[in-house]
């Protein structure tokens, strides 16, 4: 036989208060179940069917809740994302400093390296240095 709804809410409230939970209305138990599902992998569409709703809208807004470890789970992604983007543009910048950062001699006092256009001019110039050297001494 059919029951009364009335007796399957009041016998529901009974038990929650034996059991010493916080109010929760039987009805709350259909969008917990919901929220589960959702989070288990169940799509919107699937929810809406299993529910009765006209309206996706309607499941997407009363019947699901955003549980703690999925919340988790987005806040790590979204922080992965944003330190990932952070490691690659530091990467650029320390690679753009090297790029024009301005050589240093060596601090050792060893001679500094010479690029082979400039290795051959001061040579040129001591070699006319010498040449007019010996031609101002006089002979003896």
């Known amino acids: ?55 996706i809208v309607i499941t997407a807004d009363t019947c699901t809740s955003v549980l703690p ?8 992604a979204t922080a992965h994302l944003v330190l990932a983007a952070a490691r690659r543009t530091r990467k650029k910048i320390k690679n753009k400093a090297r790029k024009n950062r301005p050589t240093r001699p060596p601090k050792t006092g060893a001679p500094t390296p010479l690029t082979p256009g400039t290795a051959s ?9 010498d040449k007019k050297s010996s031609s101002r001494v006089a002979p003896t």
């Open 1 to 55: 036989m059919p029951i009364n709804p009335n007796y399957a809410t009041t016998r529901f409230r009974k038990l929650v208060q034996r059991a010493g939970l916080p109010p929760v209305r039987l009805h709350d138990l259909r969008h917990g179940a919901a929220s589960l599902a959702h989070q288990a992998g169940a799509d919107l569409k699937t929810l809406q069917d299993l529910l009765g709703h006209s309206s």
């Open 69 to 76: 470890d999925v919340q988790r789970r987005c806040a790590d």
């Open 121 to 129: 001019k001061p040579q040129a110039r001591t070699q006319k240095r």
